[in-house]
Nanobody
Framework: QVQLAESGGGLVQAGGSLRLSCAAS????????MGWFRQAPGKEREFVAAISRSDGTTYYADSVKGRFTISRDNAKNTVYLQMTNLNYEDTAVYYCAARARYGSSWSSLNAVGGYDYWGQGTQVTVSS
């Protein structure tokens, strides 16, 4: 079983950048597809980005495409989310998630139920 710990959140002005990190422990990191989700107050948790376990294929929600970049370093057991050109609508708690199951259909990767392990989240606040 893998444990996930996010870091790097904070307060940033609109137009600014942040890099989130998610460190994994207790499992073989390279065996997991990794994802980032976010949840704003009063809203459901939504998919942000994912990266495959094998060839590093990446997937993005339309709302962040071109602004956010997901990457992973299997040697460091860490997945990153580089966020640029942030706006107020990006304000949320950001969660890291790990998927142990095989298969990478879009419907599985962008669903909360498609992931097996979750971190505690890190707050990102964008001031307008």
């Amino acid at each position: 079983q893998v444990q996930l710990a996010e870091s790097g959140g904070g307060l940033v002005q609109a137009g600014g950048s942040l890099r989130l990190s998610c460190a994994a422990s207790g499992g073989t990191f390279s065996r997991y597809t990794m994802g980032w989700f976010r949840q704003a107050p009063g809203k459901e948790r939504e998919f942000v980005a994912a990266i495959s376990r094998s060839d590093g294929t990446t997937y993005y929600a339309d709302s962040v495409k071109g602004r956010f970049t997901i990457s992973r370093d299997n040697a460091k057991n860490t997945v990153y989310l580089q966020m640029t050109n942030l706006n107020y609508e990006d304000t949320a708690v950001y969660y890291c998630a790990a998927r142990a199951r095989y298969g990478s259909s879009w419907s599985s990767l962008n669903a909360v139920g498609g992931y097996d392990y979750w971190g505690q989240g890190t707050q990102v606040t964008v001031s307008s």
